[in-house]
């Protein structure tokens, strides 16, 4: 956080400087710095990532100006840099005594401790920091929410973050750190905001906008995804992940001829990402042109033979065509593959019991509502296939034990109220009726798919016609 020393230096001449020093290191001759000079000439070397030949101008450094403040500081962050926080506490400390009021001091020994899992001893140093912190307040707390990035805490980064944007709203660096760890977090909204606070200041940085797009995916808001996309390719138009990004999001908005043409664009820069080919196959799938879609997928899997969404697709038009054995195949390699994926095991399930392989079948069911309870259309179809079997109290079962996951979903308690009128539970099946009437009448005729004879039944008629809008 301390003063870049590059801002006492004009730009040539610490530029000046770091050219010199890069020369003596190839040449092996002692070249004189000042302490400035050197300060520009670690900050340089920072700003590159190059801490190998930090820790070497430090040393250098330390051997010409040991009494310098500014060189020792930089010592000490080399020595958090390289992993050493207990040396770098040790320097701190002695540095602390010498310069009570400097809050770059505490600020490193807050990130000290933290890499030694000392939170509250942390924290301690980080309030004192922030004490001291005066004019640059908002660069220190800046500071210390990047100090806990590496910790793993993003919680504790954004808490910070907002202190600082509290003091600064126009940090561009802190606004785009705050949208993008936002976005890490799965607040699509709050990383919304801030990406667009910090377009408002720079509105023609297309990493950003590349990253809002993603942003505005994730909040399901594809035609504001595609705008940013858009103004990506605009300020850069080889930014060709944009361009993939843009494909997903026209295949999203179901504009399959866009996305195919789009993912057709990304594809003659990497023409190897199987996962491109996989998804204008999906393209040409939801068009219905089955065959398109199967020489995408396997234009895929020749790329990658592990291409879970390739298989598990194929699978499907195999499925569709009737083609059983093949479908199976080709579903179960990719439960394989991604053995927790709930659509696989429900699709899987469906093509069981379409083959006869009802014992499977009843076991695929079952582990597709494990993995996802929330889906009240597994719990139909799966009461709907051991209704089929004959196993109507078991469907009731199965029913009853989804409800207890979707509450309110409609559909499920329709089905339901079905079967138990075959049963002729009448009570219960006026309880069932009633209940999904009030959560969604339009979807009545639901009941009488499920179970023609229910049109004929007094209760069910009277029910209907209480609810019934139209009255």
């Known amino acids: 956080m301390s003063d870049d020393a590059r801002d006492f230096l004009d730009e040539q001449?610490?530029?000046?400087?770091?050219?010199?020093?890069?020369?003596?290191?190839r040449s092996g001759d002692f070249i004189y710095f000042d302490v400035v000079e050197y300060e520009s000439i670690i900050d340089y070397l920072i700003d590159e990532g190059d801490f190998e030949t930090v820790n070497l101008a430090v040393e250098q450094a330390m051997e010409i100006h040991p009494a310098a403040l500014p060189?020792?500081?930089?010592?000490?962050?080399?020595?958090?840099?390289?992993?050493?926080?207990?040396?770098?506490?040790?320097?701190?400390?002695?540095?602390?005594?010498?310069?009570?009021?400097?809050?770059?001091?505490?600020?490193?020994?807050?990130?000290?401790?933290?890499?030694?899992?000392?939170?509250?001893?942390?924290?301690s140093q980080f309030a004192k920091a922030v004490d001291l912190a005066g004019d640059e307040l908002d660069d220190v707390l800046y500071h210390i929410g990047t100090s806990w990035l590496p910790a793993g805490n993003?919680?504790?980064?954004?808490?910070?973050?907002?202190?600082?944007?509290?003091?600064?709203?126009?940090?561009?660096?802190?606004?785009?750190?705050?949208?993008?760890?936002?976005?890490?977090?799965?607040?699509?909204?709050?990383?919304?905001?801030?990406?667009?606070?910090?377009l408002d200041l720079d509105p023609f940085n297309p990493a950003v906008w590349f990253n809002l797009g993603i942003a505005y995916n994730r909040n399901l808001q594809?035609?504001?995804?595609?705008?940013?996309?858009?103004?990506?390719l605009a300020l850069r138009e080889t930014f060709y992940h944009a361009i993939f990004n843009k494909a997903n999001s026209l295949?999203?908005?179901?504009?399959?001829?866009?996305?195919?043409?789009?993912?057709?664009?990304?594809?003659?820069?990497?023409?190897?990402?199987?996962?491109?080919?996989?998804?204008?196959?999906?393209?040409?799938?939801?068009q219905g042109r089955y065959r398109m879609a199967g020489r995408y997928y396997r234009k895929a899997l020749e790329i990658n033979p592990e291409n879970d969404i390739a298989l598990f697709s194929k699978g499907i038009i195999f499925w569709l065509e009737k083609n059983y054995e093949k479908s199976l195949s080709l579903?179960?390699?990719?439960?394989?593959?991604?053995?927790?994926?709930?659509e696989y095991w429900f699709t899987y399930a469906r093509v069981l019991a379409d083959s006869g392989h009802r014992k499977e079948a009843q076991g695929a069911f079952k582990k597709a509502a494990l993995l996802n309870p929330e889906n009240s259309e597994v719990w139909i179809n799966f009461a709907e296939f051991q209704h089929t079997c004959g196993q109507v109290k078991e469907a009731i079962d199965t029913l009853k034990l989804g409800i207890r996951h979707n509450e309110n979903d409609a559909a499920i308690k329709y089905r339901l109220a079905a079967y138990l009128l075959e049963t002729n539970d009448e009570k219960e099946a006026a309880e069932q009726l009633e209940t999904a009437l009030k959560l969604d009448f339009n979807r009545h005729d639901d009941l009488f798919r499920a179970n023609p004879k229910a049109a004929q039944n007094d209760s069910v008629r009277k029910l209907i016609k209480t609810y019934s809008p139209l009255k």
């Open 13 to 25: 001449e610490a530029l000046d400087a770091y050219v010199r020093f890069r020369s003596s290191l």
């Open 71 to 123: 060189i020792r500081l930089r010592y000490a962050q080399s020595l958090i840099n390289s992993n050493s926080p207990e040396e770098a506490l040790d320097e701190l400390r002695l540095l602390a005594e010498l310069d009570r009021e400097n809050p770059d001091v505490f600020l490193m020994m807050g990130t000290a401790h933290l890499m030694l899992e000392q939170q509250s001893m942390a924290e």
């Open 154 to 198: 993003i919680e504790m980064a954004i808490r910070y973050f907002e202190q600082s944007f509290s003091v600064n709203p126009e940090n561009e660096m802190l606004l785009n750190d705050l949208g993008y760890f936002y976005d890490q977090l799965g607040f699509a909204e709050k990383s919304i905001y801030y990406y667009n606070l910090y």
């Open 222 to 232: 594809f035609e504001k995804a595609l705008e940013a996309y858009d103004f990506t």
């Open 251 to 286: 295949a999203n908005l179901e504009r399959y001829k866009e996305a195919i043409s789009a993912y057709r664009e990304y594809l003659k820069y990497d023409a190897e990402n199987d996962d491109a080919w996989c998804y204008m196959g999906e393209c040409y799938l939801n």
């Open 331 to 342: 579903i179960k390699k990719a439960i394989s593959l991604e053995k927790e994926t709930p």
